[in-house]
Every structure is written in structure tokens, then in C-alpha cells.
DNA sequence: TAATTATATATATAGACGTTTATATGTTGA
DNA sequence: TCAACATATAAACGTCTATATATATAATTA
């Protein structure tokens, strides 16, 4: 008689959620999901400056959407889990999902 | 060569996890995901103000995530779409498994 | 060790957001 | 129309957060 909607952690759902409320982070967070990079990488290819990068990184890793690796001077960070684009993807599909079937406009 | 991190609507994305970073607001949506309620059922079931209720309300039917209906003097409010909680199920597990699975305490 | 590069942190600020209190709107029944 | 109930809106407040600027730490190389 249980559904889906039972035993959910709210707390960690509000949190992970948050985390990938801001559009930066979310670039940031894709920009790692398939290889390794180095943050000055991250900051080349998305134009963001440094310090905001460091910044975002900082909270990713503390959702533990990415993990960290130092080589020499640099920094690699990289996603942690494939299942968060899937995740993503399921969410996106939703947003246009959620436009197209909407009734009242 | 294209993999899920492509064709993703950042903003969309962005916009979707807002809505569902607040706890009172992830409790709300959960609460009338499997009957439409009333907003005076969902005060009561809750704990939560009146105002307050209605203000997240207000936030989720922005964001297509719960769909209106009145009745006489009740306004009934039910969740649009039941992959809303496919999608929530999913993140509460990689939730958990990104506790598990992490190198670094 | 000095200089250079890479990254992190500290501080400040402006705007967004959740919540409360108070009030308004809308509906029903007498 | 008046009273009672259901819901929405407005204003005010404190807190959080994204960002910029400035500076610090860490690693490399000369």
C-alpha cells in the first residue's frame, strides 16, 4: 500500500536539489561529467572567473557531486556518479514534458 | 559521440531544482502527489501556516509542478505529473549512494 | 630563495528567498 | 446583505547566497 512518495529523505533531497539549483554550478557540473578537468580548464572553457569557479567547486564537493584529485600544481575535479545525468536528463525531459501537456495557458 | 550532458536546458534544469530545494515545499508537493488536496487538508497535515502553504503553492504551480482545481469554497491542488516522483525517488537514492560510496570522510 | 603559476579563501555587497503578520478576496449559507 | 469560512495577497524582516575584489596558500621552476 506504500508508494514512491514514502520513506524519502527530505532533508537530503532539499540539499542535493539546491545544489544543482544555480545555472553556473550546473555548467560546471556537466562541464566535468565526462572527463577529468583541471579548474583553470573549467574557467577557460565556461568564462566564469576563478574565484567563482573555486567557489562552486567548493559546494559541489560538498554535495558530493564531484570528487577531487591533485596532480603537481593542478586540481582535477570530476562528477562523481554517471547517475546524477541521468537524473538530469530525467528532470529536463520533465520540464519539457511539464510545458507541453500543460492545460491553461 | 554525443552523450546525455548534451542538449541539456540549463535553465529549464536550474529553474526545476529551485523549486524543489525547500523542504516545506518538497513536503507540499509529496503531500498531494497521490490525492488532490485541499490547501486547509495540507495546513492540517503539515503543521505549516495557512500563508505559508499558499505561498508554495503559488511557487509550484509556477513551475507546473501541481495543478489547481476549485470546489465551491476549497481549492484542490494534486501533482501534474506522477514522473515527478520517479525523478524524486531517484535523487533521495543517489543521495544515499553518494554517502556510501565516498572515499573521503 | 625568488618568481611564477594554480587554486583556495576572506571579505563585502547586492539581490533572492522563506517566513511571519496583517489584510484582502472569494464563496457559502442564514 | 451579513456572518463565517477558505484562500490569496501584501508588506516587512531576517537570512541565505551568488558574485566580485582582494589576498593567501601551494606547487613548480629558475
Known amino acids: 500500500m506504500n508508494n514512491r512518495a514514502d520513506n524519502l529523505n527530505i532533508h537530503s533531497l532539499a540539499f542535493l536539489a539546491k545544489c544543482l539549483a544555480d545555472e553556473n554550478r550546473l555548467r560546471i557540473l556537466i562541464c566535468v561529467s565526462k572527463v577529468k578537468k583541471s579548474v583553470s580548464r573549467i574557467v ?6 576563478q574565484p567563482l569557479v573555486s ?38 525531459e520533465l520540464g519539457a514534458a511539464l510545458l507541453s501537456e500543460r492545460t491553461t495557458f
Open 55 to 92: 567557489h562552486h567547486l567548493k559546494e559541489l564537493r560538498r554535495a558530493l557531486l564531484v570528487k577531487v584529485e591533485r596532480s603537481g600544481p593542478f586540481v582535477y575535479y570530476e562528477m562523481t556518479d554517471q547517475r546524477i545525468l541521468i537524473i538530469l536528463a530525467g528532470l529536463d
Open 44 to 49: 577557460e572553457e565556461l568564462g566564469l572567473s
